[in-house]
Structure formats: structure tokens, C-alpha cells
């Protein structure tokens, strides 16, 4: 068989970053390049994707992962040492095969696999799972272009390409950090090594942050070649493609479609925070009264660790209003008919997914990048509103109740409809044939294909 390259595709092992990176792989493998997700020893069994091949790494836990370490920095830490070894050693176990790895493409929070493939003397191309936007703030905050922490006096924060943010579109690192110190590390270290990298590979499309990719493309030379969403919600191009193909939790699709099925067209709300957020016992209990008093059916998916803080009474079995799972795939719940509004912490996954199956969305924004993500719900792309905190920080029943009658049944919410219909139809077009994703991705596997037919390795190997 003809060689056409192969790539080693590296994750960070959370699901919200296995799946983009797995869902590149499947667009790879589709356009003739072979694919191998090597993700850490405690994950490795929970991939089942065909044409990708699956080989362990270690991160120095493989019983347990992060909740083994118990600390970010303690983790990151053991993970470079380990992923670095056991890499290598993956590497270095197919040099003389059929397929020989010709690039490691990696997660932009595992720097040091570039330092690995050039010590193989082979290509790298960083990954980033963010918006382009959050690229574009803290690459300009690793580069000195914008000083931590921005206080509220300094807002709104006016940056090229980008719209005006105020103080809390900001990410929380930006405005704090010195709240999560181990995390605003990964977060910069992703541009530490940018310069010496291949490429920069971003899950967003130019239709949606053309204008901050390209005004940051200097420091970030990003080619946009998202939504990495399974195919079958999109193009359709990749057969079978109807789900990530990476679960770290079993679903219970089965029993919440036929929940579904019973519901009519666009009634019901569908509620899923992520597998990273943690509600307070306060927020959960203003959410669980503020789904209640809306009078909608909805559909929340509460992890079982969380479960015991929904507020006593609230969950009735002989009730049809809402359903509570533990986990579901939120595709096909997004994809669903009766789905009328998507609530949800604005993760760039989930926002994606919003967007790309045209559902529009209520944003409660918890931590990190989800803030900026939400300001781009409600007042960039207009495909729904971000519910209001209180000087508390916690949404109230009564904001939520009025986010959802807006989206649902209010005045804008047939204008925030087409919106949201307009989105899904652009980012199936981004990524079709021919579309800007399309090309991104084209491009990529023709120079990585070009160099894997002259043999070309770099440092003269």
C-alpha cells in the first residue's frame, strides 16, 4: 500500500478534548491518512472508533488518571515525564513498519510532544480545543501584549478582531488569576513553543472567528477546521460517523429518546452543565425551582456525584415534566425534535454542538473560557441569551425562568430560531466539500502527504 502519512494524534485525557482530537483523527483517516489516538493507560478503553488506531501513553497514574494525582500541577507534571517516555517509545515501535508515524499532532496543553517529535526528527502540529477567540487573549497575555489581571476599570478590553469584552465576558483567569494558578499555567504554556511548530490547528470555522484568527495570526497562525462534530450531524461524508467514539461514562440514550419521543416538536429544554463543572447545592436548587416554575419539560442530565444536591422534593417519578439522567449523548439529544432550547455552561464543545445542530441556547456560564463563549451566544452570533448572576454569583430562578421564556416563547425568540438555523447551515457548509474547513483540512493532509512521499524527516534524518 501506498504510503500517505501517518499521524499520532495526542489528547489530553478529559472527554472535552478527547473528542475534537478524536473527531480530527476520523477526518484524517477519511482523506487517506492513517490515524493513531495514543491517550493515557486509564482512558485507553474507552475508545472505540473505527479506522483510528488506539495505543496507550502513560501519565505516571494509569489506575485512576487526574483523580489519582488529586493536583493539576502534580499531574502535568508526572504527564510530561511519563507521556514523554512512553511516546517516544510509540514512536520509535513503528519506525520501521509499513507506516511509519510522520507527525504528532498534539493537544496545545501537552507542549512537550513537540519536543518529542523533533527529537524523532518528524513533524508537529498543535492542536487547540478553545474558541479562536480565547486564543487570540491568551496568547496576547504569553506574548506581553496584555497585562494580568484586567480589572473592571479596564474594560471593556478592546482587542483587534475582536468585539469590545466587557468584565465578565472576560475568562475567569484573565480577571483572576490567582484563583486557579496551575490551570493559567497550562493555559500559556501552550504558546511557549509555538514558533517551532509545523501548525496551528483550530476547532472553530472562518464563517465564525475568521476576523480573530486572522487578526492574531501573526503569534497564532491558526487554520480553522471545526466543528470537529461526527459527520453524520453535518456532512455526512464520513459513514457511520453518529458519535464521538470516546465515552467516559456509560449514556442512556435509549431510555431519554424515548422520553423524547413522547414530547412534542421543540418542548422541551434540555439541560447538561458538562463532565467538568460542579454546581454549588445553591445553584443547583434555584435551577432545579427555575426549570419547575417554566412550566416546559426538560431534560437534565446530573452527574451522580452531584445528584444529592437537588433540592428535596423537587424530583417527583410520577411526574412527566422533566426527566434527570446521569449521562446521555448529547448529539442525538440536540439532534431530537422536541429539543426547543439547549441550557448549558457554554464549554467550546457544547457551544459547537449548540450551534451546529441549530438549537438555541440559555447560557450559565461557570469558570474558565465559558464567559467569553457565552457573550458570543447572546450578542455575536444572537442564537441566545446568557442568564445574569447575582452579586452572589448564582443564577436565580427567577433570571433563568425569564432567559427561558425569551428563547422559547418570548418576542426574539423566533429571530434567535433563524439565527441558530442560519449557524447550523454554516457550519455544515464550513466543513462539506469544498467549504473553508474543508480546505483547511485539505491543505494540511496534501503537505503532510507531500512530505511523507519524499521521505522527508526534519534535522536532515
Known sequence: MEYRGHVVVVPYPSQGHINPLLQFAKRLASK??????????????????????????????????????GKEDVYLKAFKANGSRTLSQLIHKHQHTTHPINCVLYD??????????????????????????VC??????????LTLPVKQEDTPLLLP?????????LPTFV????????YLTMKLSQ????????????????????????AISEL????LVGPMVPSAYLDGRIDGDKGYGASLWKPLSDKCIKWLETKAPQSVVYVSFGSMVSLSAKQMEEIAWGLKASGQHFLWVVKESERSKLPEGFIDPAEEQGLIVTWCNQLEMLAHEAIGCFVSHCGWNSTLEGLSLGVPMVGVPQWTDQHTDAKFVEDIWEVGVRAKEDELGIVRRGELLM?????????????IKRNASKWRRLAKEAISEGGSSDQCINQFVEQLMSAAKKGEYLNGQ
Open 108 to 133: 496545545s496543553f501537552l507542549p512537550w510532544a513537540l519536543d518529542v517529535a523533533r527529537e524523532h526528527g518528524i513533524h508537529g502540529a498543535a492542536f487547540f480545543t478553545n474558541s479562536a477567540t
Open 161 to 169: 478582531g475582536l468585539p469590545p469584552l466587557n468584565f465578565p465576558d
Open 136 to 145: 487570540a487573549i491568551f496568547c496576547r497575555i504569553h506574548h506581553g501584549l
Open 32 to 69: 487517506g491518512v492513517k490515524a493513531t489516538l495514543a491517550t493515557t493507560r486509564y482512558t485507553v478503553n474507552s475508545i472505540r472508533a473505527p479506522n483510528i488506531g488506539v495505543e496507550p501513553i502513560s501519565d505516571g497514574f494509569d489506575e485512576g488518571g487526574f483523580a489519582q494525582a
Open 191 to 214: 504558546y511557549s513553543n509555538l514558533d517551532k511548530v509545523d501548525w496551528v490547528i483550530g476547532n472553530s470555522f472562518e464563517e465564525l472567528e475568521g476576523e480573530a484568527a486572522k
Open 175 to 182: 480577571k483572576f488569576p490567582e484563583s486557579y494558578p496551575a
Open 220 to 223: 497564532w497562525p491558526g487554520m
Open 403 to 415: 432567559c427561558l421564556k425569551e428563547v422559547m416563547v418570548g418576542k426574539r425568540s423566533e429571530e
